[in-house]
């Protein structure tokens, strides 16, 4: 991995020579600046967020079939995933898609016997092959990936999870839409990700499941839609993403190196001058469960996002006005709001301490309280109109409980800007479990489908 530029050198060593400058003096000038600043910074993150609700509400016209259906590759890039390959086997099988037209593959290492095995052991759909990846450097989800597509036949590719229980008409959906696209431009659409339990073992947490899955609805439900109503780039997800063989061919596929390799590549297809959009079928997928699942995945998450943020802010020119602002309001944005909840969270739980010991009323500056209220407030909204429309549950007490969640987000901050020095390029692996039969009855509401329809926001 290359180091910072001079520019990006240079923008660190002024923003932290400010930060001291503004700590060590006791200039008035210096403190109204920076009691100015933060407030409008969070008022204008706020109403960035109401706008995204908004304009998320208009949903985009349902594109007509094409005459011909163009042929499709499936890939599915698995690692240590013996217990849940018989489950995906069975739910790609139930892709709604001519079969004469799809090419699938599980793109397994070498020498990850047990799931190889497995995956032999299953009996899967004429179209969908084991593809064995010769052992190299880095061994990651995106090197298996680019493998695949070195031997895709398709016009577009998709890529699943081991997790992944897509909607049956999802390749359907996503066909029409890029056969729709007359300027030719459209690169990759991303499906919805919706989050469900279905089971409930050692390794489930009502705080986590629940709290995840309101992250995940605001994301697929609100600020992505948005994003493409404005027509910016935004981070993919990792997975039920559609593209262009051509163009992703064109782009040399995904970075190895890049553990977000889904993030960097929703900012490099828009700094080649293709657009991104999003479709309506869902995919489904668990939790990761406990905090000793949760931070794992969420470091390498943060890990990622600063390698692609710093990727990406080599060359911000490229990117254009629209492209930097994207960049900002959801990469540069989510890690921010990581690094600052936990310390926010402290100072306000240490003022009402020392307050309530010194038997005073605690010091509420109207800034600071706009800033607490606004950030919280556009949070919650997103969040609920999200799991409103994911059909994801969101009361009362999941928002009194999310502060401590995001909290949990400056734990894993920290955590991925070490692992970013020591351990660059380390994938942090999530590990997942096969689905019973029958969902729970508290998070199966999260698993209606689309044609029952969407619950109006």
């Known amino acids: 991995m290359r180091g910072p530029t001079w520019s990006q050198a240079l923008a660190v060593v002024m923003i932290v020579a400010a930060m001291l400058w503004v700590v060590r003096t006791d200039s008035a000038l210096a403190q109204s600046l920076l009691a100015m600043t933060i407030p409008v910074i969070f008022l204008l993150w706020a109403l960035w967020r109401l706008a995204l609700v908004l304009l998320s509400a208009q949903r985009p016209p349902v594109a007509p079939p094409p005459a011909q259906w163009p042929r499709y590759t499936v890939v599915a890039a698995l690692y240590d995933e013996q217990e849940v390959i018989p489950q995906l086997i069975e739910r790609l099988a139930r892709i709604d898609y001519p079969h004469d037209r799809l090419q699938g593959f599980l793109a397994l290492e070498a020498h990850d016997h047990d799931t190889i095995q497995a995956a032999l052991t299953v009996e899967r759909p004429s179209w969908l092959h084991i593809l064995l990846v010769p052992p190299g450097r880095p061994q990651t989800k995106p090197r298996a990936l680019n ?162 943020f710093g990727v990406h802010t080599r060359d911000p020119v490229g990117l254009g006005p629209r492209g930097i602002l994207a960049l900002i309001t959801t990469l540069g944005a989510s890690l921010i709001a990581a690094a600052a909840h936990g310390p926010s969270l402290a100072w306000v739980i240490v003022a009402l301490i020392t307050a309530t010991d010194a038997q005073i009323a605690p010091a509420t500056p109207l800034a600071a309280l706009s800033v607490l209220i606004l950030g919280a407030a556009s949070a919650w909204l997103s969040g609920a109109i999200g799991a409103r429309r994911a059909g994801v549950p969101y009361g009362v007490r999941d928002m009194a409980a999310s502060p401590a969640y995001w909290a949990l987000l400056s734990l894993a901050f920290v955590h991925a800007a070490w692992r970013l020095v020591t351990e660059p390029f380390a994938w942090d692996k999530t590990a997942h479990r096969a689905d019973p039969v029958v969902p729970d009855p508290i998070e199966g509401s999260a698993s209606g489908e689309l044609d029952a329809g969407r619950k109006a926001a």
């Open 147 to 308: 493998h695949a597509l070195a031997r895709a036949t398709g016009d577009l590719i998709c890529v699943y999870d081991a997790e992944d229980d897509p909607d049956p008409l999802q390749l359907r959906e996503a066909a029409a839409r890029f056969a729709s696209d007359a300027s030719g431009k459209l690169g990759c659409v991303q499906a919805p990700l919706r989050i469900r339990r279905r089971h409930v073992g050692s390794d489930a947490s009502p705080f986590f499941d629940r709290q995840f899955a309101v992250e995940y609805a605001a994301l697929f439900e609100v600020v992505i839609p948005g994003m493409v109503r404005l027509g910016l780039p935004f981070p993919l997800g990792g997975t039920s993403n559609h593209f262009r063989v051509d163009i992703l061919r064109h782009l040399g596929g995904w970075d190895a190196w890049n553990v977000t390799e889904d993030a960097d590549l929703g900012f490099r297809l828009w700094r080649h001058g293709y657009r991104l959009g999003a479709i309506e079928r869902p995919t489904y997928e668990t939790p990761p469960g406990g905090i000793e699942h949760w931070l794992p995945q969420r470091c390498r998450w943060l890990k990622g996002y600063l390698q692609t």
